[in-house]
Each structure stands twice: as C-alpha cells, then as structure tokens.
C-alpha cells in the first residue's frame, strides 16, 4: 500500500551491505519489497563452494518516511533485488538486478540507462507476452583484488527454467559473460535470448510526439547489427503510430546492440538525466547462433516513463519441451564498444516535408536526411563520384543527391520519398554510399510510416 513517494523514501543503510568493510572490491546492497516490485527473490553468499542464504532484517533499511513499523515486519519478507558497488567507487553502483529478469548497468559514465534481461518469451506476438522472473542470486565473495564479480541465477516462468552464471567486470565498457542453460517446460513459439529493453520518445527523424521543449529523449537512437556476412546494419529508432515489428535474418551473426550514438548535449538540453550519457549495450556471441533473426519491437508510447523498444536474437530451431540449450555471450555497457564498422557510420538521420523549398507541391513527399562520417569519406576530394544507392519496398525516390559535409568530415544524403496513394502501410528504406563498385558506409535501414492523413 505504499505510495510513490513512501517507497522511494526507502534507503538501504551501507553499513549492512555484503562484505561492506572488507576490502574485496564489491559490496552489495538490497532493495526492498514494494510498489510493482512484490515477488521476493532468495539471496545467498557462497563461500569455499557452501551457500549461505541473506536472510531479510528491517533494520538494514531506513523505514522512517513509510510510516511502516519495522517490529511488524515478517523476517521472511525477502529482498526485491540488489544492487553492485565496485572500488575505488563504493557510492554509486555500476549494475542492478531488479523485477523480473531485468538488470541493467553503467559504463564509464556512470549513467543508467537502456535495460537488458534474462529471457524474453512470445514478445511482440497477439497474445500477452510472458516474463520470467530470476527468482534466486548467489554470490561468490571475491578473492581480494579481483577485478570480476562471479554471481548465478535461477530463473523460472511458466514456460521455461534456466541457470545463469555472470561474471561482471567494471569499467568502460563494463563487461558482462553470461552463460544461460534454458530447459523449456513446453514448446516456445518466439524465445528471445539476450535481449535489450530500452526507450525512443522523439527525436529529428520522427517528431511524431514532440511536444517536449527537449529535442530530443531517448535512451538509445538505432539499432546496429554486424551480421554472418560481414554487412553492418543502421537502424535508427522510431515511436511508431502502430506496433512495428522488424526481423533481420541472419546466420552466426557476429553481434548487434542498441546503440545510443548521439553524445551532442545540444541536442538533448537535458541537464537533469542527461540522455546523451546514457549507455549503449553491444551483444557478442560466444557460443555459434545458427540460424536466426535479430528482433526489433518498437510500440508508441506518449512519455518517456515507459520502454517501448526491445531486441533480441530469436532463434529459427523450433523450441521443444524438455531440450536442453545452451547460450554464451557478453554484454558491454558504455560509449566504447568491442566492434564498430570499418566503413563510414551514420552519425545522424533528420526528416521533414519534402519537396522545393519555396515551390508549389503537386504531391506529397517525405524528406530524408542521413549523414555519414568515418571511414575514408574524409580523404574524399570535395568533387569526388558518390553515388546514394536506395531501395525502396514502396514508392519512389525524388530529389536524391549527395555532398560533402565539412563539419562532421563526412558526406549528406538527402533524398524524398513519395508513398503509394492513400496507403499508411510502412515502407522499408535501405540506403549506403558507394563510389564505383566500392561500398563507403554502413547500411541505413528505416522503416517509416507515411501519415494517414498528408499535408500537400
């Protein structure tokens, strides 16, 4: 029955954390019960390979803003989940375990931000999708001078049971090993393994809720994949006016993340939780995938308190009852990343009407607007031979150039698109720069949805 405020008036007291004092590197502390948050989870200590459960204590909480009796305080009640402390820094903690399988973590910046999770099952299909829950943690205390953090997890849903080992080194990035072992209790229509829960509000390629003074709110702008062939994928973000729900297929891909590229303040003029701060989180196999596709949810959402963007490696092996399978991989949390093209990126994607400026439109048209640094477009001479290659599944293309953009070292395109009449259906637009029979940049992928009702 707590309110909002009452149950964020609750604060773990330091001196209880586990190992506070003791010079091993990591502390740990525990949240409590309360609010969405009433599924306790079982927390133990292993030492010498013996577990030892943390039993629950009222006292390890300051209560006093609750008006709650801590004497009238079940001493089974459990935790909600926990958070990790790292030296030199035993203030702020670098990762949190909190409601259902999520857990989320920061880099250099110390920033939180986008969300990852155990497991995701049946996301984005008809039906409610399910949500498993890490219902028991164990600790391993560290040696002194570690640099990891060794902890398991039991994970349990309707569908599915799984055992996680993490091992968690701090710093940027901060570095997570995950090894899952998943035993499904019936058949998996859609199994989401490592995926990423993150936010997309607003930003200058889609305006569709900016009523915001900010420019831009969001926890993370695209999607990047380095697929089985080689060939890196840009996909920025959007808030959809409908659920979108895009598959790359891919064989062993060679990792993907949700990426949050744009580190510009300007463009977010949010001095209270600083969005361009807020990490980016890299998925990098370690076990082969197979055959598969990366999943992107994107879901509208009219604020910003709310995730409406989730990904995921869904494999294409039919998921049966009474299997045993096994996924490696590592997560990394922060601005520098393990693998980044060798081509030029896109820095930056606008859109707005289309059309000459100033002239009369005898159609509607959507500009696109995408920039490109890196790679060798820098060494380019200013009157170089790049040509825009765009695909489209519907419509046409009007207005296509390409040019030199000096402030970044890079090169624009610009390009309009001209939708089927009277169709709101999405168009998927596929775009890189070549010059010749050379690719020059990554491949930007968009999926845009052209407005019901259009301006003229």
């Known amino acids: 029955d707590l309110d909002w405020d009452q149950f964020q008036s609750i604060r773990f007291l330091p001196e209880h954390a586990l190992w506070a004092k003791q010079s091993l ?46 004497s009238k305080l079940p001493r089974d009640l459990g935790f ?45 299909l008809s039906r409610a999708e399910e949500f498993p829950d890490f219902v028991a943690y164990w600790f391993e205390r560290p040696a002194p001078g570690t640099k990891t ?50 936010m997309f509000l607003t930003a200058p390629n889609d305006r569709r809720v900016a009523d915001d003074w900010r420019p831009s709110i969001h926890d993370s702008d695209g999607l ?26 891919d064989e062993h891909p060679h990792g993907y993340g949700l990426m949050q590229r744009d580190r510009n303040f300007d463009r977010y003029q949010d001095d209270g939780v600083f969005y361009d701060r807020r990490p980016s989180v890299w998925v990098e196999p370690l076990t082969p995938l197979g055959k598969g596709t990366v999943d992107l949810l994107e879901i509208p959402i009219a604020h910003e308190s ?6 995921f490696w869904n494999p294409a092996e039919p998921v049966e009852k009474g299997r045993e399978y096994l996924y490696a991989y590592k997560l990394y949390w922060g601005e520098k990343m393990p693998a980044a093209p060798n081509l030029a990126h896109a820095a930056a994607t606008w859109t707005g009407i289309g059309g000459q400026v100033g002239g009369d439109r005898e159609h509607f048209s959507w500009r696109f607007v995408v920039d ?12 170089a031979n790049v040509e825009p290659v765009i695909t489209l599944s519907r419509g046409r293309t009007e207005l296509v150039s390409a040019r030199p953009l000096a402030s970044i070292r890079g090169w624009r395109a610009m390009f309009d698109v001209v939708p089927p009449e009277a169709k709101a259906d999405p168009i998927d637009i596929r775009l890189f720069l070549r010059s010749g029979e050379k690719t020059l940049t990554e491949t930007w992928l968009y999926q845009w949805s052209p407005p019901a009702k259009r301006p003229g």
């Open 25 to 70: 590197g990591f502390e740990l502390q525990f949240f409590h019960l309360g609010m969405q948050f009433r599924r306790a989870v079982r927390l133990h200590e292993v030492v010498d390979g013996v577990a030892r459960e943390i039993g629950y204590d009222p006292a390890m909480f300051d209560l006093s803003k609750t008006k709650l009796d801590p």
């Open 80 to 124: 909600a989940g926990f958070r990790v402390l790292a030296a030199p820094d035993l203030v702020r903690d670098v990762c949190a375990f909190l409601g259902a399988s999520y857990f989320r973590a920061v880099g250099g910046s110390l920033q939180y931000g986008l969300s990852a999770r155990g497991l995701a099952v049946d996301t984005g």
């Open 149 to 198: 953090l060794s902890l398991f997890a039991l994970l349990d849903s309707p569908s599915v049971a799984g055992a996680y080992h993490f091992e968690i080194t701090p710093g940027e990035p901060l570095v997570m090993r995950i090894d899952s072992a998943l035993y499904p209790r019936k058949a998996i229509e859609r199994l989401g393994i490592a995926p990423l829960t993150s």
């Open 224 to 249: 990047s994949i380095w697929n089985g062939r080689g060939e890196w994928i840009w996909g920025p973000l959007v808030n959809p006016p409908a659920v979108h729900v895009s598959t790359f297929a």
């Open 306 to 311: 709310m995730d409406n963007i989730v990904a």
């Open 372 to 383: 490109f640094a890196g790679g060798e477009l820098a060494s380019l001479p200013q009157d």
